[in-house]
T-cell receptor
Framework: DGGITQSPKYLFRKEGQNVTLSCEQN?????MYWYRQDPGQGLRLIYY???????QKGDIAEGYSVSREKKESFPLTVTSAQKNPTAFYLC???????????FGQGTRLTVV | GNSVTQMEGPVTLSEEAFLTINCTYT??????LFWYVQYPGEGLQLLLK?????DKGSNKGFEATYRKETTSFHLEKGSVQVSDSAVYFC????????????FGTGTRLTVIP
């Protein structure tokens, strides 16, 4: 089945912990994105990657880190430096300029 | 620069009412334009798209026309259903720049029976 898989769907983090959100795709697309969505709000770009072994900061990268070691995978780590991590996190994949983005089902992260 | 401005919500309509959600944009070059829909607790799904001026995107009764002269891509549906209740995002992409995908802030639509 083709598409984008985000896991887990729900994630709980204790104060001071790092957690990693997974995003895997089998669409063979180069560009991958991580967005944060707060209740009732739009999307804010955290990080994006246009190619393997390269990535750039988005608008709200502080407290987050990513890696892009494989074309299929773009994991996002929410570090303890992110003071307000409770949000809905969305991964997206895109084939190229002027093409649409495809989104995963999202991970809801809650700090307990 | 590149940006998308969407009509602020929330929008509440009765079933079978006519829907318009306004979207205007600024862009360097010639963008492609998209409408996405997000149902509660889910990711965004592509609803329709248009890649050049005067193109009309359509899907599931929704339509939007790429108007270069007014830099707009308004979403319309002639008769909404309760199942259309969701958040709608307008977006554009351009060919140049490292980050070339831009979203509006989203418009929440609630359709009541």
């Amino acid at each position: 089945d083709g598409g984008i898989t985000q896991s887990p769907k729900y994630l709980f983090r204790k104060e001071g912990q790092n957690v990693t959100l997974s995003c895997e795709q089998n669409l063979n697309h180069d560009a991958m994105y991580w967005y944060r969505q707060d209740p009732g709000q739009g999307l804010r770009l955290i990080y994006y990657s246009q190619i393997v072994n390269d990535f750039q900061k988005g608008d709200i990268a502080e407290g987050y880190s990513v890696s892009r070691e494989k074309k299929e995978s773009f994991p996002l780590t929410v570090t303890s430096a992110q003071k307000n991590p409770t949000a809905f996190y969305l991964c997206a994949v895109r084939g190229g300029a002027h093409t649409e983005a495809f989104f995963g089902q999202g991970t809801r992260l809650t700090v307990v | 620069g590149n940006s998308v401005t969407q009509m602020e919500g929330p929008v509440t309509l009765s079933e079978e009412a006519f829907l318009t959600i306004n979207c205007t944009y600024t862009a360097t070059g010639y963008p492609s334009l998209f409408w996405y829909v997000q149902y509660p607790g889910e990711g965004l799904q592509l609803l329709l798209k248009a890649t050049k001026a005067d193109d009309k995107g359509s899907n599931k009764g929704f339509e939007a026309t790429y108007r270069k002269e007014t830099t707009s891509f308004h979403l319309e549906k002639g008769s909404v259903q309760v199942s259309d209740s969701a958040v709608y995002f307008c977006a554009l992409s351009v060919r140049t720049g490292a980050n070339n995908l831009f979203f509006g802030t989203g418009t929440r639509l609630t359709v009541i029976p």
